[in-house]
């Protein structure tokens, strides 16, 4: 069974960071062929794609326009460990994030919630 673990989420305030990881078991192939996503739904909204970065197939990393230049996406393959690292975070930011993965089929984790706020 496949299982995507985030974790790190946390209430934090205006202006603060937090770094999420994802950690998945069960992947039918090996960790590093799949391209992974951070994803995140607020209340009331649909989810949106966060963040993305490309498998040993390549395709880079890419951050949605309201996180650009404050949020990164990383991976170390070693670890089998997806991040994604969150600096001058804002209340729009607050919302539950979903870590994502997929290579011909796709599995999401169960979530981790992200509250900022003063």
């Known amino acids: 069974q496949v299982q995507l673990v985030e974790s790190g989420g946390a209430l934090v305030q205006p202006g603060g960071s937090l770094k999420l990881s994802c950690t998945p078991s069960?992947?039918?192939?090996?960790?590093?062929?799949?391209?992974m996503a951070w994803y995140r739904q607020a209340p009331g909204k649909q989810r949106e794609v966060v963040a993305r970065?490309?498998?040993?197939?390549?395709?880079?990393?890419y951050s949605a326009d309201p996180v650009k230049g404050r949020f990164t996406i990383s991976r170390d393959n070693y670890k089998n460990t997806l991040y994604l690292q969150m600096n001058d975070l804002r209340p729009e930011d607050t919302a539950i994030y979903y870590c994502?993965?997929?290579?011909?089929?796709?599995?999401w984790g169960q979530g981790t919630q992200v509250t900022v706020s003063s």
């Open positions: 994502y993965a997929h290579w011909i089929d796709s599995y």
């Open positions: 069960g992947l039918p192939l090996r960790f590093s062929l799949y391209a």
């Open positions: 970065i490309g498998g040993d197939g390549g395709g880079g990393t």
